[in-house]
């Protein structure tokens, strides 16, 4: 799995969009302590470092060292490559021990995991009572009524390239397996609706679309979904190469505490 995104981690560092402080201040005010923050599936810490303005440590790690390799510098903030091959026990020690964490975040990557596996460690970390999870991804870009639909059949294009659990972005993380009591953001089946916004140029979009691991996917099976045609398509209804717009993420999220 971490080949999957070694590839395009410079790409992905430079295209993500970067998540409001005001959601990192509302997880925040759902722990009583914070000490220690896990930040599970990092990439190169853009969740991580946001966190890292609330928690006196945040430990971010990834099974891809490449993506490392981008990880944004921070004070608090303590990179970490967590292979498959390591063990629950071994990543358990490494992050700080049972009944340690305040906070656990993964940023549009949980659907990735080994749920059963992640969900597991996370209930031996974290803080009891206290300690919270939280994850969350966006998966429907707005532009504009000419723009969206293009974009929705691009997704659907995607999709024989995806990997099966990826079906729970796609579905907005409401079939997402989420065994934990609600704190009141989201919960199983339900999760909880927020709006990200980002200026993007035309190029910005692309670099961003380029980033997704199903289109990179396709172009090592010898399918490029952005060619020439449908990249000429978005530009139109983008409105112009040299346009700058402002560009809506549906952010689905779930946050929740260990079920006692």
């Keep these: 799995m971490a080949g999957l995104f070694d590839k395009q981690a410079a790409v992905y560092a430079h295209a993500r969009p970067t998540f409001p402080s005001q959601w990192f201040s509302m ?38 060292e490449e993506q490392l390799k981008h990880g944004i510098n921070h004070p608090r903030v303590r990179y970490l490559h967590t292979p498959s091959s390591m063990s629950d026990d071994e990543l358990v020690s490494l992050i700080g021990g049972e009944n340690s964490v305040d906070l656990v975040t993964v940023s549009v990557a949980v659907h990735w995991f080994d749920l059963e596996r992640f969900y597991s460690q996370v209930k031996r970390l974290l803080r009891k009572p206290g300690g919270v999870i939280a994850v969350w991804t966006y998966n429907i870009i707005q532009v504009n009524s000419e723009f969206d639909p293009l974009m929705w059949g691009f997704y659907e294009k995607t999709l024989a390239f995806q990997k099966p659990n990826v079906k729970y972005a796609f579905d907005c993380y409401r079939t997402l397996p989420f065994p934990f009591e609600s704190v009141g953001v989201g919960c199983e089946g339900q999760p909880e609706t927020l709006e990200m916004t980002k200026e993007m140029s035309f190029q910005g979009l692309l670099g961003l679309m380029r980033s997704w ?28 190469r040299e346009l700058v717009r402002t560009v809506i993420f549906k952010t689905y999220m779930l946050a929740g505490k260990v079920k006692v």
């Design 27 to 64: 997880l925040a005010a759902l722990t009583p302590h914070h000490s220690l923050a896990w930040d599970a599936g990092t990439g190169n810490g853009q969740a991580a470092i946001s966190v890292a303005e609330h928690y006196d440590q945040v430990i971010a790690t990834d099974i891809s």
């Design 213 to 240: 691991s199903a289109v990179n996917t396709a172009k090592e099976q010898g399918m490029d979904l952005l060619c020439e045609n449908v990249t000429r398509e978005f530009e139109k209804a983008w409105g112009g």
